[in-house]
């Protein structure tokens, strides 16, 4: 499994970046987790808009689905000069069903997935968990049999987590604070709690991601290391992780 990281600021992207987006491939299956703003035009860099196989989505807040609307555009441009029919598959959750419906478009359809079942696409099973969140969220354990990633999503800190993530050779967390601070309430997590996660979850490697815009972020990968042994990465677009070339 290789993961590219597309986007990875939160609330919205910096100059020339882009918020989630993250790019998992397997057997030549491309999946799109997240499309936040941003996303479709660094993608670009990495593949042209009509590989991708499939997109997934966490949840319906712009950060991190605000590109859809542009990516549907593209398909249909794309079909329309290429002259073909082509339709993308766009899986959410029906918690928001006004959200969900805006999914589909004349080359995009959305598929909906039950969080509480395995979902099996393409290459991967993907199972999920809810997140602590102000609106409906969800996480994901994806794995092709062999390597497994974990992502939380947006999420304050719960210890689930650490059960949900065990074992895992890669754990993309929501890391939108600083040490001491509390995100509870806007639902996100600090740089010792996720640190805390990867922990007692023995993870292998920890990508720091939906950065802030705020302080110095090399202090967060610090932050994670007074809890943490492993290796930690703080996220940043065309990281890229395959577990085989560590």
Known sequence: MKLTVIGFWGAYPSAGGATSGYLVEHDGFKLLVDCGS???????????????DAVILSHYHHDHIADIGVLQYSWKVQNTLNETNHVLPIYG??????????????????????????????PFTIDFQRTQHPVSCFGMRLTDG?????????????EEWKSFAKGADLLITDTNFYKGMDGSKPGHMTS?????????????????SHLPHFGNLTKLKQEAEDSFKGH??????????RKREQ
């Open 38 to 52: 941003g996303v479709l035009s660094r993608l670009q860099q990495f593949i042209g808009v009509t590989d991708i």
């Open 93 to 122: 959750h029906q918690e928001d069903q006004t959200a969900f419906e805006q999914l589909t478009h004349e080359y995009t359809k959305g598929v909906a997935y039950d969080p509480e079942q395995t979902l099996q696409l393409g």
């Open 146 to 158: 062999m390597d497994t990633v974990v992502y939380t999503a947006d999420s304050s800190y719960f």
């Open 192 to 208: 010792e709690e996720v640190a805390s996660i990867a922990r007692e979850a023995q993870v292998e490697t920890l990508y720091l």
């Open 232 to 241: 930690i990465v703080v996220a940043d677009e065309g990281l890229t992780w």
